[in-house]
Nanobody, 122 residues
Framework: VQLQASGGGLVQAGGSLRLSCAAS????????IGWYRQDPQKEREFVAA????????YYSDSVKGRFTISRDNAKNIVYLQMNSLKSEDTAVYFC????????????????WGKGTQVTVSS
């Protein structure tokens, strides 16, 4: 499966962005989808994940209450709605697809897409 993240950009602190992860080549509902982010100064960080049917979701403590992950399997897209953005949310955001939720937090995914840059100005 090929994944492509989009929707990044420059936003002021307190603002919002919605990222999209579009899939091609396979049916997205076959996979658990995770969002991750990486700043050049830091290691890759788990952000959020969603189960195959969109019922189960998980978030890192740093984004819980501000970010919402959702999916539209009919359109083969997963979204990450990001509200109340902070400067520390600045990073390249990636989406990835994998077989099981148990390994998503540690990045145990099979397919990774190219990222989209999110920059939050303070």
């Amino acid at each position: 499966v090929q994944l492509q993240a989009s929707g990044g950009g420059l936003v002021q602190a307190g603002g919002s962005l919605r990222l999209s992860c579009a899939a091609s080549g396979r049916v997205l509902s076959d996979y658990v989808i995770g969002w991750y982010r990486q700043d050049p100064q830091k290691e890759r960080e788990f952000v959020a994940a969603i189960g195959r049917l969109g019922v189960n979701t998980y978030y890192s403590d740093s984004v819980k209450g501000r970010f919402t992950i959702s999916r539209d399997n009919a359109k083969n897209i997963v979204y990450l709605q990001m509200n109340s953005l902070k400067s520390e949310d600045t990073a390249v955001y990636f989406c990835a697809a994998g077989p099981r939720m148990a390994s998503v937090r540690i990045g145990g995914m099979d397919y990774w897409g190219k990222g989209t840059q999110v920059t939050v100005s303070s």
